[in-house]
Every structure is written in structure tokens, then in C-alpha cells.
């Protein structure tokens, strides 16, 4: 049985793509530049700020880079307020905490970004451990950060079931060994099952989840 579950955090804990995108086009527009909703979906989602600055603005140096993604950050701190949880989550926690499973968030996003959103869904203590990409060598999609977590929590990848609405998170999971569900947040299911997912669903509440966690853990969340 399993005893381990490894969340991504922006579209899958909450769905904060929409601020995501707008804070690039705010950060983009004073330079002529734009980003259009696919190639935020190809080439941003679920990417390190390093990569991503890079992409967006190749004639930076590292220091550029940092500080282009810090005021990217800003943009969207500033955006957020109020945030909602995935449908279904507060059950699958609950359920986590009655069984004693394990529990970790695995992101690409920065720390001051990620205490943020886990405070306003009311879930800065729930976890075990916060994972950053960014603070190791090598973040999404390289299996690092999950690896991470796994080695943290003293877990085994062949006991953990991941969740991530990203290409580059899917594959980081996929690559540490972990069974991973796709959120499709902002992607389809056919793009979260070619990075590597074994399933896709909208929410946590939907019922080819809670039957993949009833035979996986032995057990699953209520649902209303």
C-alpha cells in the first residue's frame, strides 16, 4: 500500500494560471513584448523562472534573469487575494490526516510565492515538508525536487502517488518514479498522459480518482 502523496502547487492546489499569465503580460508589455496563452501553456507552465526568463528575454545575464523573474513574482503577488482550493482537496486531506499518510508540496514556484498561496488557502502548517525548485540544483522537470521530497518524508517512490497539472511537473514525477495524476487546470488529459501521468482528472473529487485511491491506499475520501 501506499503512504505518500506529493502535491505541485499553482493549478493544482489552486488554480492561479490566470494571474500567472497576467502578471507576464504586465512584466512584458513595458519592453514590446507578449506571451500568447499557448506558448504560456508550452513554454512557461510548470518551468523554472531561470528557464523562463531566458526564453522571454535571451539577451539577459543571470542577473538580469533574477531580476526580471523577481518583479515577475511582485506582479503576482499583487494580483492574488482570496484563493480557492481544488474541489475536492479539503476531503483528500482530511482523509491523508485520519489514514497517516505522508505528505509534501513539490514546486517550481518561489518561496515567498509559495508561503503566500498556502497561507490564503488556509494551509501554511498542513504539510510536511515544502519543496522549492528553485533552492536546489535543479528544479521541474528534472526529478530532483521530487526526489527531494521522497528523501525528506523517508518515503519510497513506489509508495507515493503525485498530482501535477504541468508537462515539466508530470515529467519530473514521472522521472523520480512516482505515479503521477494529472490536474487538467490547464492542460488535457492527452497532454498530461503523454508527459507521463497515468490518468488526468478535473478535480480531486472525481470518481476515477477516488477508485485509483481506494485500490492504491486501501481507502479513499468521501465525496458529497
Keep these: ?9 499553482d493549478g493544482t492546489l489552486t488554480d ?3 494571474l500567472h499569465y497576467e502578471a507576464y503580460v504586465q512584466l512584458l ?5 507578449s506571451v500568447t496563452h499557448a506558448e504560456f501553456k508550452a513554454r512557461i507552465m510548470g518551468a523554472t523562472n531561470d528557464s523562463i526568463m531566458g526564453w522571454l528575454f535571451p539577451d539577459a545575464d543571470a542577473a538580469g534573469r533574477l531580476e526580471l523573474a523577481e518583479r515577475k513574482e511582485a506582479i503576482f503577488r499583487s494580483l492574488t487575494g482570496a484563493m480557492k482550493r481544488t474541489e475536492g482537496l479539503s476531503e483528500l486531506l482530511e482523509w491523508a490526516d485520519a489514514c497517516g499518510l505522508k505528505t509534501a508540496v513539490v514546486t517550481n ?3 515567498a510565492n509559495a508561503e503566500l498561496m498556502l497561507e490564503r488557502l488556509g494551509l501554511g502548517a498542513r504539510f510536511e515538508t515544502l519543496v522549492i525548485g528553485d533552492e536546489l540544483a535543479r528544479g521541474k522537470p528534472d526529478p530532483l525536487p521530487y526526489a527531494t521530497a521522497l528523501d525528506r518524508l523517508g518515503s519510497r517512490a513506489d509508495g507515493a502517488l503525485a498530482f501535477e497539472d504541468s508537462r515539466a511537473g508530470v ?4 522521472a523520480a518514479g512516482i505515479d503521477t495524476v494529472g490536474l487538467t487546470t490547464g492542460l488535457d488529459a492527452a497532454a498530461l498522459e503523454s508527459a507521463g501521468a ?8 472525481h470518481p476515477w480518482l477516488i477508485a485509483r485511491l481506494a485500490s492504491d491506499f486501501g481507502s479513499a475520501p468521501r465525496t458529497t
Design 171 to 174: 515529467a519530473a514525477a514521472h
Design 198 to 205: 497515468v490518468g488526468a482528472v478535473p478535480h480531486f473529487a
Design 1 to 9: 500500500m501506499r503512504d505518500t502523496l506529493l502535491f505541485d502547487l
Design 109 to 111: 514556484a518561489p518561496r
Design 16 to 18: 492561479t494560471d490566470a
Design 29 to 33: 508589455a513595458p519592453a514590446g513584448k
